[in-house]
């Protein structure tokens, strides 16, 4: 049983430093796909809230709509977030790892 959580959580970080590696070095596109993959692949995976805030204050333009912050990343890691979760309640995938 340790032995399974152990495997869980160093996959799990090693992902998180992954995506962080694809924030820094990648388009923002591979760090879109990646945040979405890791969304569907982790449980509670609140990281992606904290790569996109990464995100926003590297990359992000202020917009106009929110007061000139920058939240784009942001607001959809977060809309994802909460949609993927709701989704992932209603949908069956196999437990491989």
Same mark, same amino acid.
């Given at each position: 049983?340790?032995?399974?959580?152990?495997?869980?959580?160093?996959?799990?970080?090693?992902?998180?430093?992954?995506?962080?590696?694809?924030?820094?070095?990648?388009?923002?596109?591979?760090?879109?796909?990646?945040? !979405?993959? +890791?969304?569907?692949?982790?449980? &509670?995976?609140?990281?992606?809230? #904290?790569?996109? /805030?990464? %995100?926003? @204050?590297?990359?992000?333009?202020?917009? !106009?709509? +929110?007061?000139?912050?920058?939240? &784009?990343?942001?607001?959809?890691? #977060?809309?994802? /977030?909460? %949609?993927? @979760?709701?989704?992932?309640?209603?949908?069956?995938?196999?437990?491989?790892?």
């Amino acid at each position: 049983m340790r032995e399974s959580f152990l495997k869980k959580n160093l996959i799990r970080i090693f992902s998180g430093v992954c995506l962080f590696f694809s924030l820094l070095f990648f388009p923002w596109w591979i760090t879109t796909l990646a945040s !979405l993959l +890791f969304l569907f692949r982790f449980e &509670g995976c609140y990281e992606i809230l #904290f790569i996109a /805030f990464i %995100a926003d @204050s590297l990359y992000g333009r202020p917009l !106009l709509y +929110f007061f000139n912050l920058n939240i &784009g990343f942001f607001l959809g890691a #977060f809309l994802s /977030f909460v %949609a993927i @979760s709701y989704l992932k309640r209603y949908t069956v995938f196999p437990r491989t790892i």
